[in-house]
């Protein structure tokens, strides 16, 4: 059985997408990896809520210590409009960095089960910092899922958030206006 370290933004994704790993005999540990979370007490609810899925679906959890919010803003200001990649960038980058420190044989991350999301950049990000650490990224739509993820967090009870994470995401899901 292959080990993957598995990212996660936030536990309604991260059902589906756990379930679908180990029905391909991955052994699933979940990364909480995400600056890009505002504001503070929004990213803790989004951990409590992967924590409570972690004992409901037991699977171990590597929290990373420190928010590293500040971060974030330094590397997407200027070019807002353009600003996930930079965030794909920075946290499959410490994902892959803590699987290739940790002996993982590869990782992979939540994000890919969203409708919202770029799948082809998330793959080609993927690509670049696995080959940058020395792992592999484990590439997979899991979009057909998302359907059934939902089920699955009304089934565990689980609380969803309704906008992506940043505070420019937040602004544009509310005020309806797109950030160029
Ligand atoms: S992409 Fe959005 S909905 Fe999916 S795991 Fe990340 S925060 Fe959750
Ligand atoms: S919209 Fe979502 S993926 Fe894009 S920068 Fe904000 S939190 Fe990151």
């Known amino acids: 059985m292959a ?24 052994e699933v540990t979940a990364l909480w990896y995400n600056p890009n979370i505002h504001p503070y007490m929004e ?17 171990p959890m590597i929290v990373s210590e ?9 590397s997407v200001v200027g070019h ?7 965030c794909y ?3 499959l980058n410490k994902t892959a960095q803590i699987a290739n420190d940790n002996g993982f044989d590869a990782f992979c ?13 998330l ?5 670049k910092t696995a080959e940058r650490n020395n792992t592999a990224f484990y590439f997979k739509d899991f979009r ?11 089934e565990f009870d689980l609380y969803r958030q309704k906008y992506c994470g940043c505070i420019y995401s937040e602004w544009e899901r509310f005020a309806k206006v797109k950030i160029s």
């Open 80 to 86: 807002e409009g353009k600003r996930c990649t930079d």
């Open 123 to 127: 793959k080609e990000v993927g690509d």
């Open 3 to 26: 080990s993957i370290l598995l990212h996660c933004c936030c536990a309604p994704c991260a059902t589906y997408t756990i379930k679908s790993l180990r029905e391909q005999d991955f």
């Open 43 to 59: 990213h803790q609810k989004r951990l409590e809520s992967m924590q409570a899925l972690a004992e409901q679906m037991e699977f």
């Open 109 to 121: 991350t939540t994000l890919l089960i969203s409708p919202y999301q770029n799948q082809s950049m």
């Open 144 to 154: 057909e899922g998302f359907r059934e993820s939902q089920q699955m967090t009304k």
């Open 89 to 91: 960038n920075m946290r």
């Open 66 to 74: 420190g928010y590293e919010m500040p971060d974030y803003f330094r």
